[in-house]
């Protein structure tokens, strides 16, 4: 059974595959079960509440489903070991499921973008939009309140876990929750201020759609970077040399080549060692440096050291 371990405020915690894929299942499960019920609610709010907005922010937390599915879908794939088809494993299926609620996000934000600026161009030229109930307020207070804990939960988990694509799916959760401060500002202005105060709502949508923008691209750029075997940043690759040249016997580190897969990493590297050992004590030495990595950056590790011979006995 494959173990995965994290560093969490400089404790080591130990988590089987198993146990990390059904942590990040039930998380993901009770979000599309608050999501299908959030959607029906809301849904039925914006009918009976006369709330455009409402009607939107409902169809709008059914997008929601879809990213949890894809969650559930790639990372039990990922979670696979390595096969004859995949010497390295899966882990990269978790990047690309980031890779794709990231774009999920911004198909959203762009849809919020949209319908804000239209509603705004409606009000403007004199257009009418009907008058909104209590109903609808309600409904966008419940939404706010039970997707911003629900992502609390998500991304806590998503941290625990080290998976970048259920903090990406916690950010869906969150996003869906800004959509509905949007609602019940809008709501509330129409009620309180009188109907022309309902253009809040589109306004306050067309900035929150920027904002959820800003945060799918941050969160794409990563994965995309895994996706095409960018290396580890600078300061672990300074890390993983000085760890390996810490170890006795090794004279030199170079050739590192790094990437990321999934939750975990690939390292390649040289090391220069005494050329008047024997080939055993060369190959403890190499044994030595695999298990000083693999106990900084967990057994998920998967390296390949190459032994060099020093040039100074030549």
Same mark, same amino acid.
């Given at each position: 059974?494959?173990?995965?371990?994290?560093?969490?405020?400089?404790?080591?915690?130990?988590?089987?595959?198993?146990?990390?894929?059904?942590?990040?299942?039930?998380?993901?499960?009770?979000?599309?079960?608050?999501?299908?019920?959030?959607?029906?609610?809301?849904?039925?709010?914006? &009918?009976?509440?006369?709330?455009?907005?409402?009607?939107?922010?409902?169809?709008?937390?059914?997008?929601?489903?879809?990213?949890?599915?894809?969650?559930?879908?790639?990372?039990?794939?990922?979670?696979?070991?390595?096969?004859?088809?995949?010497?390295?494993?899966?882990?990269?299926?978790?990047?690309?499921?980031?890779?794709?609620?990231?774009? *999920?996000?911004?198909?959203?934000?762009?849809?919020?973008?949209?319908?804000?600026?239209?509603?705004?161009?409606?009000?403007?030229?004199?257009?009418?939009?009907?008058?909104?109930?209590?109903?609808?307020? !309600?409904?966008?207070?419940?939404?706010?309140? !039970?997707?911003?804990?629900?992502?609390?939960?998500?991304?806590?988990?998503?941290?625990?876990?080290?998976?970048?694509?259920?903090?990406?799916?916690?950010?869906?959760?969150?996003?869906?929750?800004?959509?509905?401060?949007?609602?019940?500002?809008?709501?509330?202005?129409?009620?309180?201020?009188?109907?022309?105060?309902?253009?809040?709502?589109?306004?306050?949508?067309?900035?929150?759609?920027?904002?959820?923008?800003?945060?799918?691209?941050?969160?794409?750029?990563?994965?995309?970077?895994?996706? *095409?075997?960018?290396?580890?940043?600078?300061?672990?690759?300074?890390?993983?040399? #000085? *760890? !390996?040249?810490?170890?006795?016997?090794?004279?030199?580190?170079?050739?590192?080549? %790094?990437?990321?897969?999934?939750?975990?990493?690939?390292?390649?590297?040289?090391?220069?060692?005494?050329?008047? &050992?024997?080939?055993?004590?060369?190959?403890?030495? #190499?044994?030595?440096?695999?298990? %000083?990595?693999?106990?900084?950056?967990?057994?998920?590790?998967?390296?390949?050291?190459?032994?060099?011979?020093?040039?100074? !006995?030549?």
């Amino acid at each position: 059974m494959s173990i995965f371990l994290f560093l969490r405020r400089g404790k080591i915690m130990q988590m089987s595959s198993v146990s990390r894929q059904r942590k990040i299942e039930k998380i993901t499960i009770i979000g599309s079960v608050v999501n299908l019920l959030l959607s029906v609610g809301k849904i039925l709010a914006g &009918i009976l509440g006369r709330s455009a907005a409402m009607l939107a922010d409902g169809v709008h937390s059914l997008s929601d489903l879809l990213s949890d599915i894809v969650v559930l879908v790639f990372v039990r794939i990922s979670s696979k070991g390595k096969d004859k088809s995949h010497d390295y494993g899966y882990g990269k299926f978790e990047t690309f499921a980031t890779f794709i609620v990231s774009v *999920l996000l911004l198909v959203v934000a762009a849809e919020m973008m949209v319908s804000g600026i239209e509603t705004i161009r409606k009000i403007l030229n004199g257009g009418e939009i009907a008058s909104p109930g209590y109903v609808a307020l !309600a409904a966008a207070a419940v939404s706010i309140l !039970a997707k911003e804990l629900l992502y609390q939960f998500t991304v806590l988990v998503g941290k625990q876990v080290n998976s970048p694509v259920v903090i990406a799916n916690a950010w869906h959760h969150r996003s869906d929750a800004f959509s509905s401060i949007g609602a019940l500002i809008g709501i509330s202005g129409a009620m309180l201020l009188g109907d022309k105060w309902i253009v809040l709502d589109p306004i306050v949508c067309c900035f929150i759609s920027v904002a959820i923008i800003v945060l799918a691209v941050k969160m794409a750029v990563p994965s995309i970077k895994e996706l *095409l075997d960018v290396s580890l940043p600078d300061e672990m690759e300074r890390e993983i040399i #000085s *760890l !390996a040249s810490s170890v006795e016997g090794v004279r030199n580190v170079h050739g590192l080549k %790094t990437r990321r897969n999934g939750p975990s990493v690939i390292i390649d590297a040289h090391i220069v060692v005494d050329p008047e &050992i024997s080939v055993v004590e060369a190959h403890d030495i #190499s044994t030595k440096v695999e298990e %000083t990595l693999t106990s900084r950056f967990g057994p998920e590790t998967q390296m390949s050291i190459h032994i060099e011979p020093s040039e100074e !006995a030549k």
